[in-house]
């Protein structure tokens, strides 16, 4: 058997980065931590700010409405003109930035899937062809991820029950849970 997951590891390097964030989600994935996008990068150790500044690293635009969008865009090109290297991320952007390194995991897909990120268009597991992962139709001690979708599905209830007990002795499934593959609309920097 197995020991526990090992943390997630991301591809881009984060610690002493500044970051900041306007507008708001219209997706956030499951797999990272709770709370928002913000969230996320500091606890990954990049810096957050609520203002654009010339030493910003990062400007990042949620593609939802939120205050301070259009201004900080018009900041950050404004301080690029004259020498700065702010890159401006929209969400595909950032979730291209953040996204984990799921190589050699795998995944077992229960549940009806009624939505979720653009290119999902052939279901979830098609989604995670090219990176390299084992797609299981089961629970066991070896599953790296149990994915729920927000529909019903046969043995949905079942699959969740063997992951818990999985856990329970040890195991590291990660239950990912929520409509498609996120959470719902999150405010970045909030």
Known sequence: MRKKADPLKYHGR???KSFAFFGEFSYWP??????DPADLISALGG???????KEL??????????????????????FNKKGS?????????????VRPDI?????A??????????GMEEGPAGTLAPFHVTILDRVEPDLDYLVMGDRRGKGKAAFLREAHALNDQGMGIRIVVGEGW???PRRAGA
Request: aromatic residues 10%.
């Open 109 to 118: 897909f229960v549940g009806g899937f009624s939505k979720g990120p653009a």
């Open 57 to 78: 690293d990062h400007l990042v635009i949620g593609d939802k409405r939120g205050r301070g969008r259009a201004k900080s865009k018009r900041e950050a090109e404004k």
């Open 47 to 53: 810096i957050r700010h609520d203002k654009v500044t």
């Open 30 to 35: 499951t797999f990272h931590i709770r709370g």
């Open 14 to 16: 984060f610690r002493g």
């Open 103 to 107: 190589k050699g995991r795998s995944f």
């Open 85 to 97: 290297k702010i890159k401006v991320l929209d969400e595909r952007g950032f979730f291209h930035l």
């Open 182 to 184: 996120g959470t719902g």
